[in-house]
């Protein structure tokens, strides 16, 4: 997880214009929605396929595929959410207190610091809770996944995280859109998110008689 994480990181550093939604050497907005996209679906699932593939050879079974599931969306929820909500509190206080004008200002580009606090001091809260939420279906999306993932490592067909790689794209098409500011209104955004997560519900479910009908690898 942790390697995949810096890997994506490392790859983002390299193609990305640091500061705003674009790739170096374009401003072509469908490029960075089509890269931003692509490169989760694929860091992700790819992720996925090794982990089950060579690093948990005796847990393929549906309780393990929930339990990575879980795991992978939990740990990036704890990382998107928590730390997220941690560093808001905290500049909420530098800037109150007029410490952030001091000390974190003056190291920041032109303009970047008050971008920072107009967001911070006008965002509603309610903004907050809806992070939260796109968090919890996020990880049911990936539990979904990683389900499917599996499948394919037990029936050794690689098609499946294929599958996943453009399932995940298509999830991460909309969100980027709203970063690129192509698309502006965040209800629709969390609406669709919403779709995706009753669909993974009940993939969830259907998938299981798979896992139980012998599904494991010839």
């Given at each position: 997880?942790?390697?995949?994480k810096q890997a994506e990181k490392a790859?983002?550093?390299?193609?990305?214009?640091?500061?705003?939604?674009?790739?170096?050497?374009?401003?072509?907005?469908?490029?960075?929605?089509?890269?931003?996209?692509?490169?989760?679906?694929?860091?992700?699932?790819?992720?996925?396929?090794?982990?089950?593939?060579?690093?948990?050879?005796?847990?393929?079974?549906?309780?393990?595929?929930?339990?990575?599931?879980?795991?992978?969306?939990?740990?990036?929820?704890?990382?998107?959410?928590?730390?997220?909500?941690?560093?808001?509190?905290?500049?909420?206080?530098?800037?109150?207190?007029?410490?952030?004008?001091?000390?974190?200002?003056?190291?920041?580009?032109?303009g970047q610091a008050e971008l920072i606090?107009?967001?911070?001091?006008?965002?509603?809260?309610?903004?907050?809770?809806?992070?939260?939420?796109?968090?919890?279906?996020?990880?049911?999306?990936?539990?979904?996944?990683?389900?499917?993932?599996?499948?394919?490592?037990?029936?050794?067909?690689?098609?499946?995280?294929?599958?996943?790689?453009?399932?995940?794209?298509?999830?991460?098409?909309?969100?980027?859109?709203?970063?690129?500011?192509?698309?502006?209104?965040?209800?629709?955004?969390?609406?669709?998110?919403?779709?995706?997560?009753?669909?993974?519900?009940?993939?969830?479910?259907?998938?299981?008689?798979?896992?139980?009908?012998?599904?494991?690898?010839?």
């Amino acid at each position: 997880k942790i390697m995949k994480k810096q890997a994506e990181k490392a790859l983002h550093i390299a193609v990305l214009e640091p500061g705003r939604p674009a790739l170096k050497g374009t401003d072509s907005v469908w490029l960075f929605v089509l890269y931003a996209a692509l490169a989760a679906g694929v860091f992700e699932e790819l992720g996925r396929y090794v982990g089950f593939r060579w690093l948990l050879k005796q847990h393929r079974g549906y309780g393990d595929g929930l339990s990575f599931g879980l795991g992978h969306g939990g740990t990036e929820a704890v990382l998107l959410g928590v730390v997220g909500a941690v560093n808001v509190i905290v500049l909420a206080s530098l800037i109150q207190s007029g410490s952030f004008d001091k000390t974190i200002a003056p190291s920041l580009p032109a303009g970047q610091a008050e971008l920072i606090k107009e967001q911070v001091l006008h965002t509603p809260f309610a903004m907050y809770v809806l992070g939260g939420l796109e968090r919890l279906f996020a990880l049911t999306v990936h539990v979904a996944l990683s389900l499917l993932v599996l499948l394919g490592v037990r029936q050794r067909q690689f098609r499946y995280v294929l599958y996943a790689i453009l399932l995940h794209t298509a999830m991460d098409v909309l969100p980027a859109l709203y970063q690129a500011k192509v698309v502006k209104n965040i209800w629709v955004v969390e609406g669709v998110l919403l779709i995706w997560a009753v669909a993974a519900v009940s993939f969830i479910r259907r998938i299981k008689p798979a896992f139980e009908q012998g599904g494991e690898e010839r």
